[in-house]
């Protein structure tokens, strides 16, 4: 069954903006979406506290998993705020797991915060 907090169609994401298959920063509700074929298929939540963005839960519909759609989204988002010169704190176990295993976003992470453990 899919997440309620997925609704069927993108309809707070211009997908004539967004490239398919590609997150994007929806700063309304705090939040990077991914959405395929017009749907938003997942997202990574964030908040800003003092000064580091905090990206506390990731999420991909369930009819989606397994097809390494999280691993694209986190990704995406990793990349634009690494653009951007964003400091984050990963507390969401997924981001922070691929941060480990990908060690080229590790400079991006606020060091007085350090990592979530995963669980």
Do not use: K, W
Request: hydrophobic content about 40%.
């Amino acid at each position: 069954m899919s997440n309620p907090d997925l609704p069927e169609t993108a309809t707070d994401t211009d997908p004539a903006v967004a490239p398919p298959g590609r997150a994007v920063d929806n700063p309304e509700r705090s939040r990077f979406e991914l959405v395929i074929d017009g749907r938003l298929t997942g997202f990574v939540t964030y908040v800003m506290a003092g000064g580091v963005l905090v990206l506390d839960h990731a999420e991909i519909d369930a009819s989606q998993r397994g097809q390494g759609l999280g691993a694209l989204l986190v990704r995406d988002v990793l990349d634009d705020l690494l653009r951007r010169g964003v400091v984050i704190e990963p507390r969401c176990p997924f981001v922070a797991d691929f941060i480990r295993d990908h060690p080229e976003y590790a400079g991006m992470v606020d060091r007085g915060r350090g990592q979530r453990a995963s669980s």
